[in-house]
């Protein structure tokens, strides 16, 4: 076997490796352990790598991926992405947005032009992250955090969330997780 070969071997089992740290909070299987925690099996690769990214620098605050990405250097960040990428999405099972929801959802989604960039089905592309399916809890801290520039590692969605009232959240939140 070449010694290139033996290299590729010997990273791609490390990235494994790696990855089960992971494993105790985005869960075994692809199902987070707990419900406030993002589902990342199946998201978009170059999403989770900007995510990655931005926790490693600080732009992204959270005390727990900032202390994790700390110290993972770029080569496995993107292997990371790359990994989680194409396992495939697990279904969550939430419940369904009532109807009462629905049309508050399609209100702002109409005035937010989610679709323009999460796709008509939610599911994004490239640095576009999927947002359907997503932990219900997440989804709405993280909306918050964006609106209240907690989160403040994309002023564009800060912007447009910012447009949007609490409750409006509340409805896209619901939609989005039972989707
Ligand atoms: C101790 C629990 C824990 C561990 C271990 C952990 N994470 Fe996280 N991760 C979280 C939490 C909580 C969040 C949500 C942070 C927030 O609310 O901003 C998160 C967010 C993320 C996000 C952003 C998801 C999104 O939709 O924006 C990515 C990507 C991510 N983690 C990747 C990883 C990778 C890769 C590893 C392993 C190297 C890892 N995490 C290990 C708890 C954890
Ligand atoms: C101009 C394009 C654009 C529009 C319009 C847009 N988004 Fe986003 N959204 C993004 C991008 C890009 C990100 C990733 C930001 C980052 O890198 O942190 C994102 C992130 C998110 C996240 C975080 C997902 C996660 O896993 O953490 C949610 C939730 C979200 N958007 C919901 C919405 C909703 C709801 C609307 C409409 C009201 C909307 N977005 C409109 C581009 C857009």
Redesign the pocket.
Known sequence: MAVACLGQAALAQSIEEKAQVCAGCHGEAGKPTDKAY?TIWG?NQG?LY??LR?FKLGN?KNEIMNGIAKDLPREDMMALAEYFSQKKWVNLDQPRASEADVKRSET??T????????GADGI?AG?????TG?SHD??LK??ED?RSKA?A??P??SD??GT?QPE??QA??NF?AGR
């Open positions: 993002p998201q999403y900007l995510q931005d992204r702002a989604i005035s937010g032009q989610c679709g323009a960039c999460h994004g640095t576009t992250p999927r947002i997503q997440y989804l993280t909306m964006f989160r590692n994309n564009w969605m447009i969330l949007l409006d959240l896209l939140a989005y």
